[in-house]
């Protein structure tokens, strides 16, 4: 299974945008998104939520039984 921060850089090279381009739209700071994209984030799940709304995704969490 693929990392949140790997399917979201995929997502971003596939729509030819850079970090920058994904943190203007989602108003967040380019390093969150490298962090992101890094697996090395450790803020909050709304940023994350934010970054990947730029991206044309939807975060769905589940609850693990």
């Keep these: 299974m693929k990392s949140i921060g790997a399917t979201m850089r995929e997502q971003r090279k596939a729509r030819g945008l850079t970090q920058q381009q994904v943190a203007e739209l989602a108003r967040l ?15 909050s799940i709304i940023r994350v939520e934010r970054a990947a709304a730029a991206l044309g995704m ?4 589940q609850v693990k039984r």
């Excluded at 700071?29 to 803020?43: A, C, D, L, Q, V």
């Excluded at 939807?58 to 969490?61: E, Q």
């Design 29 to 43: 700071p380019r390093s969150e998104i490298s962090e992101m994209e890094n697996n090395k984030f450790t803020g």
């Design 58 to 61: 939807c975060l769905v969490l």
